[in-house]
């Protein structure tokens, strides 16, 4: 079964300070696919980042870059320079061989001046 | 841009009553999903579908069932509503096109069983 896990229920940052947000996984599938996504207090769900399980590099979307570790079977998220309206509920999701797209607890990542 | 229209922003249903919650698409995408979202619990799987008549259950399909009968449409069904299915349930799609093709995801329903 697979299994994704976020186990820091809030986090705390400064502006322009960088943060990372945790997430391992778990899966016995070999392809598989990992994406983040940001809710803001509006409530819609915002895709971030993908990476896949046979990427050699890890992804990179504007500020944010997901530091992946494979042998680890984590998959963090790392927001550089944070702004304030980065401040929003995150989540880590994971896709394995089938279509079933299942996800975190979520993160909630409060940026303050 | 895709859309993703979940036919009520709010809804308030009684205690056994049959409740639907509709989902439109208008991308053509194959895969549709339904997920409830509870503080401190995320983004849980109800069912999803591969594609038109075709569903599979998620993580959490107990009092749920679901309807595909065109593509663009994924309805969430509750047969008997319970107080235990107050949430927020996300309806999303994406095509069918492999590994790194994210979800689009409607505005959500907030539905309260009372």
Not at chain 1, 88 to 111: E, H, N, P, S
Request: overall charge neutral.
């Amino acid at each position: 079964a697979q299994k994704i896990t976020q186990t820091q229920p809030g986090m705390f940052v400064q502006e322009k300070e960088a943060v990372t947000l945790d997430c391992t996984y778990d899966t016995s599938d070999q392809s598989y696919g990992l994406f983040w996504y940001k809710q803001p207090s509006s409530g819609e769900m915002i895709f971030l980042i993908y990476q896949g399980s046979y990427d050699e590099q890890n992804a990179t979307e504007g500020r944010y870059s997901l530091n992946f570790q494979k042998a680890r079977k984590s998959a963090n998220l790392v927001i550089s320079a944070s702004q304030l309206g980065d401040s929003a509920m995150y989540f880590c999701a994971m896709k394995g061989w089938t279509d079933k797209l299942i996800f975190g607890t979520g993160t909630r990542l409060q940026v303050f001046p | 841009d895709v859309k993703v229209t979940q036919s009520s922003r709010y809804l308030v249903k009684r205690t056994g009553e049959k409740v639907f919650l509709e989902c439109v698409q208008d991308m053509d995408h194959e895969n549709m999903f339904w997920y409830r979202q509870d503080p401190g619990l995320g983004l849980r799987l109800i069912y999803f579908s591969y594609d038109v008549k075709m569903k599979e259950k998620g993580d959490i399909p107990e009092g749920y069932s679901v309807s595909r009968e065109k593509k663009e449409r994924f309805s969430l069904i509750l047969e008997s509503a319970s107080t235990n299915q107050t949430s927020m349930y996300l309806c999303a799609s994406r095509p069918y096109t492999g590994g790194n093709s994210p979800l689009h995801f409607g505005n959500g329903t907030r539905l309260t069983v009372t």
